[in-house]
């Protein structure tokens, strides 16, 4: 059974600062692994999909890296601002049931302090 | 283009009855998979429809059931509910069901069984 995992939980910075959030997960037989935000009682906004094959993906001020054969993902989070305090969520898809369906990690809560 | 719909935006039931929650896909996908956020956690996957066949299931009991209509539009159906059924439901389509997909999600319904 595939499972994910999201360290910190929660996460308090100054704004301007640098920051990296982790993701595990355990089986690295996984199609993909993308990378969401999500605001309070809001659904979610896909911030960067990584495919198996590939081992970063970049938007703007973020980057993620996948590296499969552990098991990680780490996402990059450049000169942090107020507007990027949100839940951060990571979730793996792979082939179960019969469908590609994603399995989310618990998420990092993210404020950044003006 | 329209992205994803769900209505209703919040809903409040009683213990033992049945609920409808409905999305719309993002136009042009014809895959629509269902997913439970309970407070402070990730997403859990419940199912997924392709060109209105069920084509997965996650570890949830048969009271939970859906259809997806022509149009790709899709209902989740709750029979006999719980007080656990609390949650935020989203809805995700893609284009098609393949793992190389993103999935976009709609902004959710929150439930309330009381």
């Known amino acids: 059974k595939q499972e994910v995992t999201q360290i910190p939980a929660a996460l308090s910075v100054p704004e301007g600062e640098n920051l990296v959030l982790n993701c595990s997960f355990t089986?690295?037989?996984?199609?993909?692994l993308q990378w969401f935000r999500q605001d309070p009682g809001k659904g979610l906004t896909s911030l960067l999909l990584i495919q198996s094959s590939q081992r970063e993906q970049t938007s703007g001020r973020l980057n993620a890296s996948l590296d499969k054969s552990s098991g990680r993902s780490t996402l990059y989070i450049a000169a942090s601002q107020p507007g990027d305090s949100a839940t951060y969520l990571c979730?793996?898809?792979?082939?179960?049931?019969?469908?590609?369906?994603?399995?989310f990690g618990k998420g990092t809560k993210l404020s950044v302090i003006p | 283009e329209t992205g994803v719909t769900q209505s209703p935006t919040h809903l409040i039931k009683t213990r033992g009855q049945q609920v409808t929650l409905r999305c719309s896909s993002q136009s042009g996908h014809n895959t629509v998979s269902w997913y439970q956020q309970a407070l402070g956690q990730g997403p859990q996957f419940i199912f997924q429809?392709?060109?209105?066949?069920?084509?997965g299931r996650g570890n949830f009991p048969p009271r939970f059931s859906g259809l997806q209509f022509p149009n790709y539009s899709s209902e989740l159906n709750v029979n006999a509910l719980e007080l656990d059924d609390s949650a935020l439901y989203l809805c995700?389509?893609?284009?098609?069901?393949?793992?190389?997909?993103?999935?976009?999600f709609g902004p959710g319904t929150r439930l309330l069984v009381l």
């Open positions: 995700a389509s893609s284009r098609t069901g393949l793992a190389k997909e993103t999935q976009y």
């Open positions: 089986d690295s037989a996984i199609y993909n």
């Open positions: 979730a793996v898809q792979y082939s179960g049931a019969g469908s590609y369906q994603l399995t």
């Open positions: 429809y392709y060109r209105e066949e069920e084509n």
